[in-house]
C-alpha cells in the first residue's frame, strides 16, 4: 500500500462543477503539499498546509491531521484547471516528501 | 525575484552518453531537492543537497548517477552512459527552510 493515496485517479466534469480531491496518507507528517502539473510539466506549489484550511481564489485545501485526509476543493472550474494535482506530504521522521501518484483533473467547456 | 530556473529544458542523448542537468534555485535558498518522474509514474526523490554537502540520496540509483550543488554555480545532476530507462522528467526544487519547496519548470531526457 502506497504510503499517499489520493482519489480519484482521473476525474472529467462540466465547467461550473464543484471538484474535490482527496489525499489519505498512512505516515506522520509535519506539512502537507498541494501541487498542480500542468500538460507541458511544470509544477505550481498551490498550498502548504499543517492544520486546518486555507483558501487561494477558487482553490480551497483543507487537513484532518487526526483522520490523515486532505481534500482540495475547486469551486466554479474552468477548463484551464485541467492539469494533475498531486498531493505530497513531508514526513516528520526524517523530513523526505514522498507524492502521491496525482489526480488528472479535465474540465470540459 | 526569480524562480528555480533549470536548463536545459529538453536534452536529448544517446545510449552511452553522458547527461547533465543544472538547477539554479531561488535567491537565497540554500536547499536543493531532486526529483525524478518517470513516465505514467509518480514523482519520486532523488537527492536532497545543502551548499557543498549531499545530505541525503537515498533515493539516488547507486550507480552513474551523481549530484552536486557547489559553492558557486548551480547544482548539476550528472547521469553518466545512460540507458533508455533514464528517459523522465527530472525537476529540482529549492527551499530557504525545509518545508516550503519552490520547483523548477524541469528538463525533460529522452535517451535513443
Known amino acids: 500500500k502506497n504510503e499517499v493515496e489520493q482519489s480519484p485517479q482521473n476525474l472529467t466534469a462540466q465547467e461550473g462543477e464543484f471538484i474535490t480531491i482527496n489525499c489519505s496518507y498512512s505516515?506522520?507528517?509535519?506539512?502537507l503539499h498541494w501541487l498542480q502539473q500542468h500538460p507541458g510539466g511544470g509544477i505550481v506549489s498551490l498550498f502548504m498546509?499543517?492544520?486546518g484550511k486555507k483558501k487561494h481564489g477558487r482553490l480551497i485545501a483543507t487537513i484532518n491531521i487526526q483522520e490523515k485526509h486532505s481534500s482540495l476543493h475547486i469551486t466554479a472550474s474552468h477548463p484551464r484547471d485541467s492539469a494533475v494535482y498531486i498531493c505530497?506530504?513531508?514526513?516528520?521522521?526524517?523530513?523526505?516528501?514522498?507524492f502521491g501518484k496525482g489526480t488528472r483533473l479535465h474540465i470540459l467547456p | 525575484n526569480a524562480g528555480v530556473m533549470q536548463n536545459p529544458r529538453h536534452l536529448v542523448r544517446r545510449r552511452g552518453q553522458e547527461a547533465r542537468l543544472r538547477c539554479s534555485p531561488m535567491k537565497g535558498h540554500s536547499h536543493v531537492y531532486w526529483y525524478r518522474q518517470l513516465p505514467e509514474e509518480g514523482l519520486k526523490f532523488m537527492v536532497y543537497l545543502q551548499k557543498e554537502n549531499i545530505i541525503d540520496e537515498s533515493g539516488m540509483p547507486k550507480e552513474r548517477f551523481s549530484a552536486e550543488f557547489p559553492k558557486e554555480g548551480p547544482s548539476i545532476l550528472r547521469i553518466q552512459q545512460v540507458v533508455r530507462g533514464d528517459s523522465a522528467a527530472y525537476f529540482c526544487?529549492?527551499?530557504?527552510?525545509?518545508?516550503?519547496?519552490?520547483f523548477g519548470p524541469g528538463t525533460r531526457l529522452t535517451v535513443l
Open positions: 505516515v506522520g507528517i509535519s506539512a
Open positions: 498546509l499543517s492544520s
Open positions: 526544487a529549492s527551499s530557504g527552510t525545509r518545508d516550503t519547496q519552490y
Open positions: 505530497a506530504v513531508l514526513m516528520n521522521r526524517d523530513d523526505k516528501i514522498i
